[in-house]
């Protein structure tokens, strides 16, 4: 397939970078996805500057105006849903329906931030005073920076980018070095949505140039950033000093418990999917699989036999369930945790070698593993497609397994029984939980975000995205 050559965006105009990178399919090495601008410290500069010059026309434009924009690059992202899954599958190397579906849903965030345009309210309320009219507004935050990471080019993007410019903010967007035409693309389609110059911006190049000019910059007021934990914290400590406002969104270590009375198809098929589809490249995987004691061996043995049977293979392929880890280092990493892990004492079940297929790819099979808590491979985000089994006692000894962790972005348990759901859900220390639902997977109007290492600042997604992109006003007024 051809080679897109993507520009930068900024003040309204396609600009080159200071260099050119390349993209290539890690379902075929052979294949160049992209070239791509890559800008410096001070082409980023000059999209913040074009980002604050148009900022306050922006800010009190119409929430009309904003909506429309909004609803017309939501419905073009689901009209072109085949075309760019596709390319987001090419980039990326999830599976042809993951990417589709993954463009739909970008489609649908910006479709639903456009009625949130529409429906940005406040409130009125009696003063402590008599004659005081007491009004509390919300107003754009200003200049925002959306720093993104790779394994969802589209969606993560889009729930940043839409709420952003619905309430009125000018963006400059930063994709990840490893999916610059999905960023590309999306920048495509923003930039024929008829917003003002400057309020769009798209910089790509490397996180310590783009990235970090515009954790620099005095004239960002707020960052969204997801990625890893290491970058986030440093990102809040670079920001301290002049209190720009932070949103983080980082590693998870998420648990699935699986107790005795669960329905094991039902079970076996949330791990399955928790843990391996997206090749294991989200945030919220199921990469813990604590089983109680009684079942298991029927669990494992079933687990085991299904992770087995997965295909790995070329994103593009019909067949392909589990497509090529992202890129060479990230296979690296996948890897040496698998052998951290034998080394540890873990025991090794399935999977975890690389696979050759017809084309060259960063292919491996889903590996699992029998571990103990302390072991590494159970404690730190691998963010692949390795998963390990832990063993409980008893549903209390699952809830402290599942909640022994730096991590607490979500948290699923498998089970029939009212009483232990119920309880699960208003114990486990995590932002997201799920009942006989896979940990990953979730739907776009609805908050997202974690608790303790996950996460930092106010969620992201649905009505409470406004807590991060707006600031709140109390006006008083003596009548
Ligand atoms: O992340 P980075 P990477 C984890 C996962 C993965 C690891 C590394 O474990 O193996 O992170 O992935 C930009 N200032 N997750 O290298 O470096 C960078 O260019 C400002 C988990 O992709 O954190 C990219 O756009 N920005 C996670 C973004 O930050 C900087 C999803 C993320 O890059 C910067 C992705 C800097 N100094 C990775 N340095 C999840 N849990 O969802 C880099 N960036």
């Not at 007021?221 to 969104?249: C, M, W, Y």
């Not at 990230?330 to 052998?339: A, I, P, R, T």
């Not at 951290?340 to 690389?354: K, N």
């Amino acid at each position: 397939m051809a080679t897109l050559a993507c520009k930068n965006f900024f003040n309204g105009r396609w600009e080159t970078g200071v260099t050119t990178g390349i993209s290539t399919n890690p379902s075929d090495l052979d294949e160049v996805v992209a070239e791509y601008a890559r800008a410096d410290r001070n082409q980023t500069d000059l999209a913040i500057r074009a980002a604050a010059d148009a900022g306050p026309a922006w800010a009190f434009s119409t929430p009309q105006r904003r909506a429309d924009a909004l609803d017309t690059i939501g419905h073009e992202l689901l009209a072109r849903r085949d075309e760019l899954g596709t390319l987001l599958a090419r980039e990326e190397g999830k599976t042809l329906p993951e990417a589709t579906a993954e463009v739909a849903r970008a489609g649908q965030i910006f479709k639903f931030f456009a009625g949130e345009a529409l429906r940005t309210g406040g409130e009125r309320l009696a003063s402590t005073r008599v004659g005081v009219d007491v009004e509390v507004t919300r107003e754009p935050v200003g200049v925002v920076g959306l720093i993104a990471p790779w394994n969802f080019p589209f969606a993560i993007p889009a729930w940043k980018i839409a709420p952003a410019l619905a309430f009125g903010n000018s963006v400059v967007f930063k994709p990840a070095e490893l999916v610059p035409a999905c960023g590309w693309a999306l920048a495509e389609i923003i930039s024929r949505a008829g917003l003002p110059a400057g309020v769009f911006n798209l910089v790509m190049g490397s996180g310590r140039q783009v990235g970090q000019a515009l954790v620099d910059s005095p004239l960002v007021q707020a960052i969204s950033f997801t990625g890893s934990v290491g970058t986030g914290r440093q990102i809040l400590k670079d920001t301290a000093e002049r209190g720009t406002k932070v949103q983080l969104e980082m590693g998870g270590k998420n648990p699935l418990v699986v107790l005795a009375d669960a329905d094991l198809d039902q079970a076996v098929d949330c791990a399955v999917q928790g843990a391996f589809f997206s090749t294991g490249q989200r945030c919220t995987a199921s990469s813990r699989l604590i089983v109680e004691n009684r079942i298991l061996d029927r669990f494992v043995s079933r687990l085991r036999e299904r992770t087995g049977a997965l295909k790995v293979g070329h994103a593009l392929q019909r067949d392909t369930q589990i497509g090529p880890v992202v890129d060479a280092q990230q296979l690296q990493q996948n890897l040496e945790y698998v052998g951290i892990a034998r080394e540890e004492g873990a025991e090794h079940l399935v999977g975890g070698e690389t696979l050759e297929r017809a084309t060259r790819g960063h292919f491996m099979a889903p590996a699992l593993l029998l571990a103990e808590p302390q072991h590494r491979v159970a404690r730190e985000e691998i963010f692949g497609p390795v998963a390990c089994v832990l063993r409980a006692d008893s549903y209390e000894h699952a809830l402290e397994l599942a909640n022994d962790t730096p991590f607490g972005l979500c948290a699923g348990i498998c089970t029939t029984s009212l009483k232990h759901a119920t309880h699960f859900k208003r114990h486990a220390q995590v932002g997201m939980t799920m009942v006989n639902l896979p940990t990953a997977g979730v739907d776009h109007h609805v908050p997202f975000g974690g608790r303790k290492a996950s996460s930092h600042g106010s969620r992201e997604q649905g009505r409470y995205a406004a807590e991060f992109y707006t600031t709140v006003k109390t006006a008083y007024t003596q009548a």
